[in-house]
C-alpha cells in the first residue's frame, strides 16, 4: 500500500492506495475512506491490518486543483488534473462521474499531454471532476 496526502481546503488527509491488477484504489472499510491527519494513523491502521505500507514519499492530490474545480481559476498543469482523475477513476462511487465516451477521450488527451486539452475538454472535464469529487468527500472518513 502507498500513501496519498490529499489535501482539501485547509484539511490535509493522509489516505492508504491500495495497487491491485485491475485498479488503483483508496483504501475502503464498508464503503467508507479511512483518512488520518497523520502518517502514524496510516501506519499502524496498515499495521494493524497486515498492510506493508511503502516508505516512497506520497503522492499529493488537491481535490479542488488550487480553486479550478470549484472556480475555474486558476490553470492547473495537465499533471495536477491527472493526479486527480487517476485518484478518481477507479474509485466505485466517484468514479461513474468519469465513465462517459467523451470523457474516456478527454482522458486519452490528457494523458497524451495535448497542448489544447484545456480548451478541448477542460469545461466538461471541470465539471464531472467536482461531481466525482463530491462523491468522494461523502466518503472520507477521519479516523
Given amino acids: 500500500m502507498y500513501e496519498v496526502l490529499i489535501v482539501d481546503g ?3 488527509w493522509h489516505a492508504g492506495w491500495v495497487i491491485e491488477p485491475d485498479a ?3 483504501l475502503a ?4 475512506i479511512p483518512v488520518w ?11 494493524e491490518h497486515g498492510f506493508d505500507l511503502l516508505d516512497d514519499l506520497p503522492d499529493e492530490v488537491d481535490l479542488d486543483l488550487g ?6 481559476t486558476p490553470q492547473p498543469s495537465t499533471a495536477e488534473v491527472s493526479e486527480l482523475w487517476h485518484l478518481l477513476i477507479d474509485d466505485p462511487v466517484a468514479g461513474r462521474q468519469l465513465s462517459s465516451a467523451s470523457l474516456e477521450d478527454a482522458y486519452d488527451d490528457l494523458t497524451d499531454d495535448e497542448p489544447d486539452w484545456f480548451e478541448r475538454h477542460g ?5 464531472a471532476l467536482a461531481d466525482a469529487v ?6 472520507l472518513s477521519p479516523m
Fill in 134 to 139: 463530491a462523491l468522494l468527500r461523502q466518503r
Fill in 67 to 72: 480553486g479550478w474545480i470549484s472556480a475555474g
Fill in 123 to 127: 469545461a466538461a472535464s471541470r465539471k
Fill in 37 to 47: 491527519t497523520t502518517r502514524a494513523g496510516l501506519e499502524h491502521h496498515a499495521q
Fill in 10 to 12: 485547509e484539511h490535509r
Fill in 24 to 26: 488503483d484504489l483508496l
Fill in 29 to 32: 472499510v464498508g464503503g467508507r
